[in-house]
């Protein structure tokens, strides 16, 4: 089940489902430790009797407030003749996930309305040895196992503080939880204490007026003890919970609107997903600098482990986004993260966790009986590529002045050592997409544009000699791609090159990353062979559904609904769709070429989730996401295009206007 609605702090994580159950928490750093490993916490309501978790039979619109990361959530539930609009945030200072719920009648009666909270934890991502209990101090009731503390309370009409309560066992036997208590009577059991495998159910109460409306709040509080909890706590009762969703909307206002951007005559609902996109970014960003692919749980089913990891490649991509937004705080935490992990002999790993430990991976330390570096050479070399672009932007030597030995020389002579010496090529190692091994064309554009890279820095530095030695072997490689990857009888590049004796066997399947043959390696957009490729791209990976779309590769089997590949090469990808689009940008030469490029950029907007999140793809005949949501690398290469969209616009306005023409945009 998809992930929506992610709000979070860099610290605190929280993801809700398509039926509004919160879903997954992570703390104390985004992606690692998930304190529910994806179970759902619900939240239910009774009246006049009726009891409902929110879920089906409840119309539910999943959206945020504008420009924020506070949700603003419309509930209704026709039998209970109630109206709910919730507004969920993580505040930006303090450890503290709050809900608001505006409770709205639609009877034309007076009524007590009852709001009952579940929380299901799993401390440290499982549930041996958990204890919750209520806590008279502090009038909520606490979860906790060894530092982890969680303090969980509510506020209704009658008091600022846990009304009732349940702690109880689940998932012993035939115990579900104490969310079971709520549904016959809307009264919970009050048991002051349980432990092993455990849950817990708070209720508060509101008297809502006649058609009228009451607010309650529940909140967690997060810690490492329970004095840092109880402190949080105590805080929300001194001042009220209300200024809460206030504040924090001023503040993610200001954080998505840093310096005034010119958006043209792009369409309100693109700017609005640039924005979106860039605040969705920012809660999969963990405060120490690690960028995490995905944050859903749910993937676990598929390949038992997760995307809740740092990946360089994909953290290379989107700091580079950052950068262009003006978030270089952000993207420079990540950059300094990957001088930390760098090997001495200058490579990056498969991927890492949010604390620099080293992550799970199946790329294996020997191959045919011999050692073998379990790398993607492109994760390294998009590193380079991206502090390079970063620092063109802003200039900042005192950056980059420690980055340059530590992780551009040392990643940038690796680069150039780990070469074919016959060919001139990168030697093996597995593709961005993590299914094969060879040499392939996205990572050989990617080492490219990482050794380019690496020269300007060398030549900034006056370090002239590095900068020929990296400047000749991006040369070098750059004219060995189109030698050995470049075949005259398909007429495009090869996805995937194969040593053989006497060269290479290719592997011609058409696949969208092909698209860094001009991205990264420095080849014209506009080079007949650049074009043959990109055409072929278009052709031959279009989905032609209602969806659309751009697949992967043609036959892509993961997540696959369809083997009608002629129709349906692959699952719809966004960040594939927006290549083609930053393709159809750099080569525009009138607006009428640009609208064609708008058409890609809209149709990525039409195609995400009413709240805007971006999954990693959909389904091709009905639109439902598939695989991990949101995916950060969807929203950065979304963020992306609509820069080059502005910038090439602007380009092309300032020719018309020297040429005394005008341009339609």
Same mark, same amino acid.
């Given at each position: 089940?998809?992930?929506?609605?992610?709000?979070?702090?860099?610290?605190?994580?929280?993801?809700?489902?398509?039926?509004?159950?919160?879903?997954?928490?992570?703390?104390?750093?985004?992606?690692?430790?998930?304190?529910?490993?994806?179970?759902?916490?619900?939240?239910?309501?009774?009246?006049?009797?009726?009891?409902?978790?929110?879920?089906?039979?409840? /119309?539910?619109?999943?959206?945020? *407030?504008? #420009?924020?990361? =506070?949700? !603003?959530?419309?509930? @209704? +539930?026709?039998?209970?003749? %109630?109206?709910?609009?919730?507004?969920?945030?993580?505040? /930006?200072?303090?450890?503290?996930? *709050?809900? #608001?719920?505006? =409770?709205? !009648?639609?009877?034309? @009666? +007076?009524?007590?309305?009852? %709001?009952?909270?579940?929380?299901?934890?799993?401390?440290?991502?499982?549930?041996?040895?958990?204890?919750?209990?209520?806590?008279?101090?502090?009038?909520?009731?606490? +979860?906790?196992?060894?530092?982890?503390?969680?303090?969980?309370?509510?506020?209704?009409?009658?008091?600022?503080?846990?009304?009732?309560?349940?702690?109880?066992?689940?998932?012993?036997?035939?115990?579900?939880?104490?969310?079971?208590?709520?549904?016959?009577?809307?009264?919970?059991?009050?048991?002051?204490?349980?432990?092993?495998?455990?849950?817990?159910?708070?209720?508060?109460?509101?008297?809502?007026?006649?058609?009228?409306?009451?607010?309650?709040?529940?909140?967690?509080?997060?810690?490492?003890?329970?004095?840092?909890?109880?402190?949080?706590?105590?805080?929300?009762?001194?001042?009220?919970?209300?200024?809460?969703?206030?504040?924090?909307?001023?503040?993610?206002?200001?954080?998505?609107?840093?310096?005034?951007?010119?958006?043209?005559?792009?369409?309100?609902?693109?700017?609005?997903?640039?924005?979106?996109?860039?605040?969705?970014?920012?809660?999969?960003?963990?405060?120490?600098?690690?960028?995490?692919?995905?944050?859903?749980?749910?993937?676990?089913?598929?390949?038992?482990?997760?995307?809740?990891?740092?990946?360089?490649?994909?953290?290379?991509?989107?700091?580079?986004?950052?950068?262009?937004?003006?978030?270089?705080?952000?993207?420079?935490?990540?950059?300094?993260?990957?001088?930390?992990?760098?090997?001495?002999?200058?490579?990056?790993?498969?991927?890492?966790?949010?604390?620099?430990?080293?992550?799970?991976?199946?790329?294996?330390?020997?191959?045919?009986?011999?050692?073998?570096?379990?790398?993607?050479e492109d994760e390294t070399a998009l590193v380079l590529w991206s502090v390079w672009e970063n620092f063109k932007r802003y200039r900042d030597v005192e950056f980059m002045k420690p980055l340059f030995k530590g992780l551009v020389r040392r990643g940038a002579d690796f680069l150039v050592k780990h070469r074919d010496p016959e060919t001139l090529l990168p030697l093996p190692?597995?593709?961005?997409?993590?299914?094969?091994?060879?040499?392939?064309?996205?990572?050989?554009?990617?080492?490219?544009?990482?050794?380019?890279?690496?020269?300007?820095?060398?030549?900034?530095?006056?370090?002239?000699?590095?900068?020929?030695?990296?400047?000749?072997?991006?040369?070098?490689?750059q004219g060995a791609m189109v030698k050995y990857m470049w075949s005259e009888g398909d007429g495009r590049f090869c996805r995937m090159a194969t040593r053989t004796a006497d060269g290479y066997n290719l592997d011609m399947t058409v696949d969208a990353a092909m698209y860094s043959v001009f991205a990264f390696a420095g080849l014209p957009p506009g080079d007949p062979k650049?074009?043959?490729?990109?055409?072929?791209?278009?052709?031959?990976?279009?989905?032609?559904?209602?969806?659309?779309?751009?697949?992967?590769?043609?036959?892509?089997?993961?997540?696959?609904?369809?083997?009608?590949?002629?129709?349906?090469?692959?699952?719809?990808?966004?960040?594939?769709?927006?290549?083609?689009?930053?393709?159809?940008?750099?080569?525009?030469?009138?607006?009428?070429?640009?609208?064609?490029?708008?058409?890609?950029?809209?149709?990525?907007?039409?195609?995400?989730?009413?709240?805007?999140?971006?999954?990693?793809?959909?389904?091709?005949?009905?639109?439902?996401?598939?695989?991990?949501?949101?995916?950060?690398?969807?929203?950065?290469?979304?963020?992306?295009?609509?820069?080059?969209?502005?910038?090439?616009?602007?380009?092309?306005?300032?020719?018309?206007?020297?040429?005394?023409?005008?341009?339609?945009?």
């Amino acid at each position: 089940m998809p992930r929506d609605l992610p709000v979070g702090n860099g610290r605190v994580l929280i993801n809700f489902d398509k039926d509004y159950n919160l879903r997954d928490i992570y703390y104390p750093h985004v992606g690692q430790e998930n304190q529910t490993v994806g179970h759902p916490s619900r939240f239910g309501v009774w009246a006049d009797g009726q009891f409902a978790w929110v879920g089906p039979g409840w /119309y539910i619109d999943r959206k945020y *407030m504008k #420009e924020t990361l =506070v949700t !603003d959530v419309l509930l @209704r +539930h026709d039998q209970l003749k %109630l109206d709910l609009r919730v507004h969920d945030v993580v505040d /930006y200072v303090y450890d503290l996930f *709050m809900r #608001e719920i505006h =409770v709205q !009648d639609l009877s034309g @009666r +007076h009524r007590e309305v009852r %709001l009952f909270f579940n929380h299901d934890f799993h401390i440290y991502e499982h549930e041996v040895g958990d204890t919750a209990y209520y806590d008279p101090r502090t009038e909520a009731v606490i +979860h906790y196992k060894k530092n982890r503390w969680f303090l969980t309370s509510a506020a209704g009409s009658r008091k600022r503080g846990v009304e009732q309560w349940a702690t109880g066992n689940k998932e012993l036997g035939e115990r579900e939880g104490t969310w079971r208590d709520a549904e016959d009577d809307g009264l919970l059991g009050c048991n002051p204490i349980a432990q092993g495998s455990v849950d817990s159910t708070i209720g508060t109460s509101l008297s809502v007026p006649a058609s009228g409306e009451a607010v309650a709040y529940a909140w967690i509080c997060f810690g490492t003890s329970y004095e840092a909890v109880a402190q949080i706590h105590e805080h929300i009762r001194e001042e009220g919970p209300a200024y809460i969703v206030p504040r924090n909307q001023n503040y993610w206002r200001l954080w998505v609107n840093p310096d005034h951007i010119d958006f043209l005559s792009l369409p309100h609902k693109v700017v609005d997903l640039y924005k979106r996109s860039l605040l969705i970014i920012r809660t999969q960003i963990d405060e120490g600098g690690a960028i995490i692919a995905a944050n859903d749980h749910d993937i676990a089913r598929f390949a038992r482990d997760t995307y809740s990891y740092l990946w360089p490649r994909d953290g290379a991509l989107v700091a580079n986004a950052l950068s262009r937004a003006g978030y270089r705080d952000l993207a420079e935490k990540f950059y300094l993260f990957c001088a930390d992990v760098i090997k001495e002999e200058g490579y990056l790993l498969h991927k890492y966790n949010p604390d620099k430990s080293l992550a799970s991976s199946w790329h294996p330390w020997m191959r045919d009986g011999m050692p073998d570096l379990p790398i993607q050479e492109d994760e390294t070399a998009l590193v380079l590529w991206s502090v390079w672009e970063n620092f063109k932007r802003y200039r900042d030597v005192e950056f980059m002045k420690p980055l340059f030995k530590g992780l551009v020389r040392r990643g940038a002579d690796f680069l150039v050592k780990h070469r074919d010496p016959e060919t001139l090529l990168p030697l093996p190692s597995h593709d961005l997409w993590e299914e094969r091994y060879g040499v392939h064309t996205f990572t050989v554009a990617s080492v490219v544009g990482g050794l380019r890279a690496a020269a300007g820095f060398a030549h900034a530095l006056g370090e002239l000699e590095r900068y020929n030695t990296y400047l000749k072997a991006a040369e070098d490689m750059q004219g060995a791609m189109v030698k050995y990857m470049w075949s005259e009888g398909d007429g495009r590049f090869c996805r995937m090159a194969t040593r053989t004796a006497d060269g290479y066997n290719l592997d011609m399947t058409v696949d969208a990353a092909m698209y860094s043959v001009f991205a990264f390696a420095g080849l014209p957009p506009g080079d007949p062979k650049v074009k043959a490729t990109m055409d072929a791209i278009k052709e031959k990976l279009w989905v032609k559904t209602d969806v659309g779309g751009v697949a992967r590769y043609q036959d892509d089997y993961y997540h696959q609904v369809s083997k009608d590949i002629k129709n349906v090469p692959g699952n719809p990808w966004f960040i594939c769709t927006m290549w083609l689009a930053r393709y159809q940008i750099a080569t525009a030469r009138t607006g009428s070429d640009l609208r064609e490029a708008l058409k890609l950029i809209e149709w990525v907007v039409d195609h995400a989730l009413p709240s805007g999140v971006l999954a990693e793809q959909v389904n091709p005949y009905n639109n439902e996401p598939l695989s991990v949501s949101p995916l950060t690398w969807s929203h950065a290469d979304f963020v992306v295009t609509v820069h080059d969209y502005l910038e090439r616009t602007k380009q092309l306005m300032s020719e018309a206007v020297f040429e005394h023409t005008i341009m339609p945009v």
